[in-house]
Antibody
């Protein structure tokens, strides 16, 4: 059974940093691209970033230069390093296996002073 | 960036009725379009990929059609769990984008 479990969310001040993690199981992690998608409270879905199986990365314009996606195939884990956080980055962040058939339950990031 | 516009914003229907949701792209996305349903407090669930292919385990009452810039999701007979928010997504090019959503509510 495919499982994706996010962690690392929490309260951070504007301008601060946070590192999200996603523990993957139930599939051969190194063979799959992975994505982060976020959803601000009461709002729609926003794609954030993708890392392919070969390590190629893509970012939404709204996070480019501030967020960095990475993966550790030895530990079956996905990460999102978020720097220079803004109010508008507050959201639930979902870890998603490419194909978008499997989603984690999300981790909440709150940006507030 | 490809902009996806979903309509209507809200659809008021009764259980058992047919629902038709629309998604229009600002430029052609070929058939690289997906549909999701999101129930309150849950992660989105993939319903349709590549415009018309049902995802694993998705019941036959869901069907997708369209290509290029105009797409439709049809729910033939609404079940209680189908009263939710629906999103379309293009996977044609980067950055991936989602539509703003259609809320299907009980009339």
């Amino acid at each position: 059974e495919v499982q994706l479990v996010e962690s690392g969310g929490g309260l951070v001040q504007p301008g601060g940093s946070l590192r999200l993690s996603c523990a993957a199981s139930g599939f051969t992690f190194r063979d799959w691209g992975m994505d982060w998608v976020r959803q601000a409270p009461g709002k729609g879905l926003e794609w954030v970033s993708h890392i392919a199986a070969d390590g190629t990365m893509y970012y939404a314009d709204s996070v480019k230069g501030r967020f960095s996606i990475s993966r550790d195939n030895a530990k079956n884990s996905l990460h999102l390093q978020m720097n220079s956080l803004r109010d508008e980055d507050a959201a639930v962040y979902f870890c998603v296996r490419s194909g978008f058939e499997y989603w984690g339950q999300g981790t909440l990031v709150t940006v507030s002073s | 960036e490809i902009v996806l516009t979903q309509s209507p914003a809200t659809l008021s229907l009764s259980p058992g009725e047919r629902g038709t949701l629309s998604c229009r792209a600002s430029q052609s996305v070929g058939s690289s379009l997906a549909w999701y349903r999101q129930n309150p407090g849950q992660a989105p669930r993939l319903l349709i990929h590549d415009a018309s292919n049902r995802a694993t385990g998705i019941p036959g009452r869901f069907s997708g059609s369209g290509s290029g810039t105009d797409f439709t999701l049809t729910i033939s007979s609404l079940e209680p769990e189908d009263f939710a928010v629906y999103y379309c997504q293009q996977r044609y090019n980067w950055p991936l984008t989602f539509g703003g959503g259609t809320k299907v509510e009980i009339k």
